[in-house]
Each structure stands twice: as structure tokens, then as C-alpha cells.
């Protein structure tokens, strides 16, 4: 826009003062309504889209055998768990789980419900372990015994040393989104228990989702007021007027409440890296405001005799350019992850996160200047008058000085970021473990740990078996398949159990044999092995097969065990197990796919990389197109995005000295950071262009007045920016702890880069943008 039309486009927002403040209080008003719709969705299912071809699949194979990620309870007696005592407290633990809404009371697994098979005269024998009513220290040794000769309970329910056993729990479907209500039973539960010679532990997938509810709502009551609280004293030092902390402050409320207030109206769910998302908006969202402030107080001091609304009227023409254009490179950093990612929750999470730039744009384009229309005008202490400058633009002159002075030192000291940064890039590790989003000493780590040494482990990778007609899976050249499969996977690396039908196949084989170990094994015969199913029926529950095999013998599912959940141990199981399985199950008549969490969690994070990539070239190209076309100038352009692209890959280097994972927290900050730190680029070369070309400066006092005075600016929306994110590092999350280091470390950079190596270019290359021929 022309200057003109600017002006009297401002001139009309300060006329209307009243109108578009009420307007701005509704909408404010109207959005934060919906916030208590807000659902927290902390399921790892989330990342997927539900329409993704491996979710459906893993959906419909918890549909046709019942098999979820259950919550997992270790009951630990270091003396051993084959006791009287210990026993009786198994058997209440799952009476009192059955009680707990959102438990499945079917699907519970411990010593106390599973039965075991014992051959007889006349038959097979099913029969519970032991019946409370004759518990005694006897009957548990009997029951030490029984687990003796039945492989299929080694490590899955009981630890190889026989000091702890596990308790599963499945929950309802219809509490899928309420994990964290059921995991909150559960550990009262447990922590009301006698914990003489015991110990209680609660893990489990289910029981990481639950946690992350609390845990998060935890931490974003502590890390959001802090961050509140951290840029309203940067604004106290900035400016030290009532005014200069409450209008930016108004700006990061309406930024904050509309975005999220419009995720629920939305009916968009709250995930686990939204947490952060109000911290990220907190401390980008004043920026604008800290500008608008800094320009109205140096026209104040400059004009003593102009009136408000031509103080609030020459402000914004002079701000309204460089924060539309920081504020549409940030949108293109946020949109660049939606655009980018495949993953629900970093969608919304760059969409909404856009939204709320583009909110903090439009309160500080018409909030701000009508609410300065109610107010007289005010001088700063800090703002003396034009000649004078406060500390903070006298450490700003003098930073000035030194580039001026060494502009080729600080050009070589960029290039060899570039460099080692690109080294860095080529090093990078995918990985992710979801019980890394909690510190090390919360109960469920310090649980899944133990667990996970003294069992097979919490984590999943289910293999559906298909054939194409009924009882097929009576064959014995399928079933032997099935046991060669298991036997394979088992071999690799944090793979320590598994489970199908033919371990029961294989202990009625045993059982009907005199119980001698040489008969754990896949009987000769189709007709035996019907024969077994028959006899089992007889004494058994049929059902008890529900989550191995369905009712027509065509479908089976085999269930493997790991202790470990990191992804880099995840993905290595999954590609040997899909080499095994495309050649071994080539034939039409059996077939074998990869399911349950390890493989989703495979294919999931297995795009972080990609994503993480192609969202920062995306953010780079779009922040260097809204720049070349915004200041009309393809150099402007180019300058605009070399101090973050010098940042983004610092901070690579970073990572691999820190050894610091590429994750799903960590995955977005390059987006972030090339949005965010690209702000101090667009106001040096927007303020420089206005000293050397518009006023004709000469370059020494163009830059002087640059740093004294959009440089203290700069000063300040760094610190808000570098430590609004800072605040990040104090959450109990670690992902968004490391998150937050960071883009701080990238603000950091970019606004070292911004004050250093694009004014030391500009001072050695000139360019017809900023000098023209009257510039010395």
C-alpha cells in the first residue's frame, strides 16, 4: 500500500477505536467459551490418521481377537511370589481391577484367572493355577511347579527368577479417550495396598497414555504463567509504562485463548505437543506489540506536540510493514509443518499455531492502536529524547561498531557454521520412545523399567495370520510355519517372548503325553491336533482361545514381546520380520502381516525425518517468497532467509555433539525456528532499507541509527522470544523441554546473525536494494 492509503487506512482503525474494541473483546470472549469442550487425546494411535491402511488393520485385528495394550500391574516379592501371601494379593488385585470402570472384567490376565492344562486319563484337564479357597504355601509351590512346565506363562506372567508376576488389564472401547481416568484408579488402587515384603508398579501402553493427562495438564499449569510472567518483565525493562506491559500482554491473551478456543469449537483434540503450543504463541505473539511500543515511544520523545492519534497513526504506518511480513513468515514456519506432516497432531498443531499468529497480527493492526486512542499520550523514562539513548541502545551502538568494523571476519565465522551444520545434518538420529516423554524418576518410567528387566517386556508386535478356508489352521505345515515364525523373531535384538495358539497346541501336545518335555511340540496330525481342540472343550472354555485364533481356525494372531519401546530398536524388528515373512509366506494358502504398536509405532516415526526435512525447505521457500515479493526484490528475498538457515543448521550440530534425537517434539523446531527467527531479518533489512535508501543516510550513520533504535527493539523481541521459549526447558516434559532449548538456541542464532553477518554483507556487497549512488 501506497503511504497515503496506509494512512488514512490508520486514520479510519483510530476513528472506530470503540467499535473494533468491543468487536475484538466478543470474538475473544465467544472463542475462549468453547475451551472447556477442550479432550486431551494422549493415545499414540493419534499420530496416525484413522483412515491410515496399518491403523485400520490394527483396529480390525483388536476387533477379531480382543487384543489391546492393556494396563500392567508387577507385583514384586523379592523372596519370590510363590507364597500364600503373595498369591492371595494376586487374586484381589484382579477381583478389585474387575470392579474399576473401563475395565474390561474379561480381559484380565494374572495367576489368578489363567488356567492350566494338565493331561489325564480320560482326557485334558483345565483348571485354574489355584482357587483362593485352598490357597496355601503348599498349593503355591504346586503352582511354582505348574509354571515349571508351561513355557507359554515363562516371562510373559511370571519373571524367569520368579520374583514378580504381572497383572493385565484390558479397558472397555468406550474408554479409549478416558485412559488417564481408569490409569487414576488403578495407581490408588495399588498405593492403598499392604506393601510389607511387596512391591506394586504400574506400566504398560495404556497406562503411559493415562499418566500423560495428568502429567501434562501438570506441567502446563507451571510452564504457562511462567512464560506470562517472563515477557511482562521484559516488557517492564523495555518500556517501564502500565501500558507497555498490558497491550502486548492483551495481544498474547488473544492469541493464545482464540487458537485455542477454536481447536475446541472444532472439535480438534488436545495432544500431547500442543502442551506447548501456548508457550511457542506466548512468546511470539508479543513481539508485535514490543515494536508497535518501542516506534509509539520513540515518536513520543521525537514529537512532544503531536497529538495521540497522530503518534498512534504514524506508528502504524511505520510498523504495519515489517510486522505483516514477520507475521506471515511465522504462519509460513507453522503451515510449513501442517503441510508437511502426515501426522494428525502436527497438523494441527502448525494450523492452529498459524492461527494464532495471524490473531496477535490482527489485535496488534487494530487492537492495539484502538486501545492507544483511550489513552493520553505518554513519554517513556527510556526514551529521552532523539539524541539521547538508554543503556540498552548504547550496548546496541556499540555491538554496531564491532560488525562495521569486522564484516569479513564475521562472514567466514557464517560460512563455516554452514558447513559443519550440513556435517551435522547427515548425522541426525530418528528415534522416539514414548516413556522418554516423562523424567526419569516419575513412577511409570521407573516402572516400565522394571518390567521391562524382569519380564518379556510392555511393548507389542502382533502378526496376523490369514488362510483361506476353515479349520486351515489345523494343517500341521501352517501350524509349524506359525512356530518357525515365532522362533525367528524371538531372535532378535529386545525380542524375549511371543504368543500364538501353538504354544497351547504344543502344551495339550505335552499334557496328553505324561507331561515329558520331549512332547512340547506340534503334534503329527491334523486329526490330533482337532482332536486336542475337542478334548479342551470338554473341560474348558472354548473362549479362552479369543485373542490366538477365531472361531472358523482361518484367522490366528501371534503376539511378541519386547523391552524396549525406542524406535531404533523397534524398526530393526520390523524390517528382519517383513524380510522373514515375504519369503517364508509367499504361498496363497497362508498369509502373515505386521501389526500391534511396534508397527505402527514403525511406520509412524519412520516419517519423522522426512518430514522434519521437507517442512524446512518448504518454511525456507516460503519465508524467502513472502520476503522477495513483500519488499518487491529477490535479493531482500535471499538475505532474509540466510541468517536462519545459518541457525537451523547450527543447531544440527548441535544436536550431534548432545546427542539429542530427531522425535517427535524435536521434529518441528526447524519449522518453528526458521518462522520465528526470521523476524529479526525482516525489521533489520526493512529498518536499513528505510536509513539508506529512503533518507539517504550515509552507510556508518545509517547503521548507527539502525542499532540504537530497531536494533533495542530487536534487543527486546529477542529476549521475549529466546526466553518465552526458555521456559519450555523447565517442563517436566522432556520432548518439549528439548523443544523448547533448541528454538531458543535458534533465536539465539538468528538474532546474532540478523545483527551481525546480514549487516556485514549488506556493508561488503552493496546491493542495489538498500545503496543507491548518493549512499557513501
Not at 496328553?512 to 491334523?526: S, T, V
Request: avoid cysteine.
Amino acid at each position: 500500500m501506497k503511504q497515503n492509503r496506509v494512512q488514512a487506512f490508520f486514520n479510519r482503525v483510530t476513528t472506530h477505536h470503540k467499535t473494533i474494541l468491543v468487536l475484538s473483546g466478543l470474538l475473544f470472549i465467544v472463542s475462549i467459551a468453547f475451551l472447556p469442550k477442550l479432550r486431551k487425546d494422549t493415545r499414540y494411535d493419534a499420530f496416525l490418521p484413522a483412515k491410515d491402511s496399518i491403523l485400520v488393520q490394527r483396529n480390525q485385528l483388536k476387533t477379531s481377537f480382543g487384543l489391546k495394550d492393556p494396563m500392567v500391574i508387577a507385583v514384586v516379592n523379592e523372596n519370590g511370589i510363590f507364597n500364600k501371601k503373595s498369591l492371595q494379593i494376586v487374586h484381589e488385585i484382579s477381583e478389585q481391577i474387575k470392579t474399576i470402570p473401563g475395565i474390561d472384567p474379561d480381559q484380565i490376565k494374572s495367576l489368578s484367572t489363567e488356567n492350566n492344562i494338565v493331561g489325564t486319563d480320560s482326557g485334558i484337564l483345565v483348571e485354574p493355577f489355584y482357587e483362593i479357597e485352598e490357597l496355601s504355601n503348599q498349593r503355591a509351590l504346586e503352582v511354582s511347579h505348574s509354571i515349571d512346565n508351561f513355557e507359554l506363562y515363562q516371562g510373559s506372567l511370571v519373571s524367569q527368577d520368579k520374583t514378580t508376576t504381572l497383572i493385565l488389564a484390558e479397558m472397555l472401547d468406550t474408554y479409549d479417550m478416558k485412559q488417564h481416568e481408569v490409569y487414576n484408579a488403578l495407581y490408588a488402587m495399588i498405593s492403598q495396598l499392604d506393601k510389607t515384603n511387596h512391591e506394586f508398579y504400574l506400566a504398560g501402553e495404556g497406562a503411559v497414555s493415562g499418566y500423560l493427562v495428568k502429567y501434562i495438564d501438570e506441567d502446563a499449569m507451571r510452564t504457562n504463567p511462567f512464560a506470562g510472567l517472563i515477557i511482562a518483565l521484559i516488557l517492564i525493562f523495555a518500556y517501564r509504562t502500565v501500558r507497555g506491559v498490558v497491550l502486548p500482554n492483551l495481544m498474547v491473551l488473544a492469541s493464545v485463548g482464540i487458537a485455542l478456543g477454536l481447536m475446541a469449537a472444532f472439535g480438534v483434540d488436545f495432544f500431547v505437543i500442543t502442551n506447548g503450543l501456548p508457550v511457542v504463541l506466548i512468546a511470539i505473539a508479543v513481539a508485535d506489540g514490543i515494536h508497535i511500543l518501542g516506534e509509539y515511544y520513540e515518536l513520543a520523545a521525537k514529537y512532544p506536540l503531536h497529538t495521540q492519534k497522530e503518534l498512534v497513526v504514524e506508528t502504524m504506518v511505520r510498523m504495519w510493514r515489517p510486522i505483516t511480513i514477520t507475521s506471515l513468515t511465522t504462519i509460513a514456519g507453522f503451515m510449513s509443518i501442517a503441510w508437511s506432516s502426515y501426522m494428525p497432531p502436527m497438523v494441527y498443531f502448525g494450523i492452529f499455531g498459524a492461527l494464532g499468529v495471524l490473531m496477535a497480527l490482527l489485535y496488534a493492526l487494530f487492537m492495539i492502536p484502538s486501545a492507544m486512542m483511550l489513552l493520553k499520550p505518554q513519554k517513556s523514562r527510556v526514551f529521552k529524547s532523539d539524541s539521547q539513548v538508554d543503556s540498552f541502545g548504547t550496548f546496541m551502538l556499540k555491538f554496531g561498531h564491532v560488525v562495521v568494523k569486522h564484516p569479513k571476519r564475521i562472514v567466514v565465522l557464517g560460512l563455516l557454521i554452514i558447513v559443519f551444520g550440513i556435517g551435522g545434518a547427515l548425522k541426525l538420529l530418528v528415534n522416539e520412545d514414548r516413556v522418554k516423554n516423562f523424567q526419569a524418576t516419575e513412577p511409570i518410567v521407573i516402572a516400565d523399567r522394571l518390567i521391562n528387566d524382569k519380564t518379556d517386556g510392555t511393548s507389542y508386535l502382533d502378526v496376523l495370520i490369514e488362510t483361506p478356508h476353515n479349520e486351515d489352521l489345523f494343517k500341521i505345515e501352517n501350524l509349524q510355519k506359525i512356530e518357525a515364525l515365532q522362533s525367528y523373531i524371538e531372535t532378535l535384538p529386545h525380542v524375549k517372548g511371543s504368543t500364538s495358539i501353538v504354544d497351547f497346541i504344543k502344551k495339550m501336545n505335552q499334557s496328553m503325553n505324561e507331561n515329558q518335555k520331549a512332547f512340547y511340540k506340534i503334534p503329527e496330525n491334523n486329526q490330533l491336533v482337532a482332536q486336542y481342540f475337542l478334548l479342551y472343550a470338554a473341560s474348558g472354555d472354548p473362549t479362552d482361545f479369543d485373542n490366538y485364533i477365531d472361531y472358523d481356525y482361518k484367522l490366528a494372531n501371534v503376539r511378541f514381546r519386547m523391552n524396549s519401546g525406542e524406535y531404533i530398536n523397534e524398526k530393526e524388528v520390523i524390517n528382519k520380520a517383513q524380510e522373514y515373512i515375504d519369503t517364508h509366506f509367499k504361498s496363497p494358502k497362508i498369509k502373515a502381516t505386521l501389526s500391534g504398536k511396534v508397527a505402527v509405532d514403525a511406520h509412524w516415526i519412520g516419517k519423522l525425518g522426512v518430514n522434519h526435512f521437507v517442512g524446512a525447505i518448504i518454511a525456507l521457500l516460503v519465508v524467502l517468497i513472502v520476503a522477495a515479493f513483500s519488499f518487491r526484490s529477490f535479493t531482500a528475498g535471499v538475505l532474509t532467509v540466510v541468517p536462519v538457515t545459518i541457525s537451523v543448521l547450527f543447531l544440527y550440530t548441535v544436536m550431534g555433539i548432545m546427542n539429542i534425537w530427531l522425535a517427535v517434539g524435536t521434529s518441528m523446531f526447524a519449522a518453528i525456528a526458521i518462522g520465528v527467527g526470521v523476524d529479526f531479518a525482516v525489521h533489520t533489512i526493512d529498518r536499513l532499507k528505510y536509513f539508506l535508501r529512503e533518507k539517504k543516510l550515509p552507510i556508518t550513520e545509517a547503521y548507527s541509527e539502525f542499532y540504537k533504535s530497531a536494533g533495542r527493539a530487536l534487543l527486546f523481541n529477542f529476549l521475549a522470544l529466546a526466553l518465552g521459549f526458555s521456559v519450555l526447558m523447565t517442563s517436566s516434559v522432556p520432548p518439549l523441554n528439548q523443544f523448547g532449548f533448541l528454538v531458543a538456541v535458534a533465536v539465539i542464532v538468528s538474532f546474532l546473525g540478523s545483527m551481525t553477518l546480514l549487516p556485514a554483507i549488506i556493508l561488503i556487497t552493496k546491493p542495489k536494494f538498500f545503496i543507491n549512488k548518493k549512499t557513501k
